[in-house]
């Protein structure tokens, strides 16, 4: 059976890169969704102690409503990872990456475009949220440089991604990433969809992949 076609990785920075601040900076739900992920999943008491680790202690009392510095987030994901047990840990992320994706469909997507989506072919959608995904990919990857291609499966890769800077770990640490991905398209193109990270940098590998199959 021959193979499905898809698009060649698109390895250029493209209009997201004009588009990125010129200071290194991630969007604000990064943040905010990580204290409403602890608080759902019933471990609201760890806020503090990880806040003040990352120090970001501030972000508790006054969250930030426009766009942060990726240093600081890079922190308070790392700090997480590093205060509760891997599976909460695991769990907490993924919890954010949702709520973020929420917001998103929410407040960023017009809702007439969410209707129109949701009914187009699974694979005319996928692309167009592709398209979506890669205009604005300087608001979750901050100075990394992303990348995709569509297609059958669809790949996402962000090297240098600054949420894992630094970090040495057994297994793929970017749940908030993957979970983004997986909501925004089993809402808009396919309910079935499943969101792996296959590859991270903090396992050692040269970028942090996400495949949607």
């Not at 240093?71 to 919890?95: I, K, S, Y």
């Amino acid at each position: 059976m021959a193979q499905p076609r898809t698009a060649p990785i698109d390895r250029s920075a493209g209009a997201a890169a004009d588009a990125r601040p010129a200071a290194a900076e991630i969007g604000p739900n990064a943040v905010t969704q990580v204290v409403a992920a602890l608080t759902l999943a019933g471990l609201q008491r760890h806020a503090v102690p990880i806040f003040a680790a990352a120090g970001a202690a501030d972000w508790l009392a006054d969250p930030p409503a426009t766009m942060v510095d990726e240093r600081r987030v890079a922190r308070v994901h790392q700090a997480v990872r590093a205060t509760l047990g891997p599976a909460e840990a695991l769990a907490v992320m993924a919890g954010a990456g949702r709520l973020t994706a929420d917001y998103i469909l929410a407040v960023r997507i017009p809702r007439p475009a969410h209707a129109v989506m949701m009914r187009l072919p699974a694979g005319f959608a996928g692309r167009l949220l592709v398209s979506a995904i890669r205009a604005h990919a300087w608001t979750f990857a901050g100075s990394g440089r992303f990348s995709a291609r569509a297609g059958i499966p669809t790949v996402f890769e962000i090297s240098g991604n600054p949420l894992c800077a630094g970090e040495r770990a057994a297994a793929p640490t970017c749940a908030w990433h993957a979970a983004v991905y997986q909501r925004l398209f089993e809402v808009l193109v396919a309910p079935a969809v499943q969101v792996a990270e296959t590859d991270c940098e903090a396992c050692g590998d040269a970028c942090c992949r996400f495949v949607v199959d």
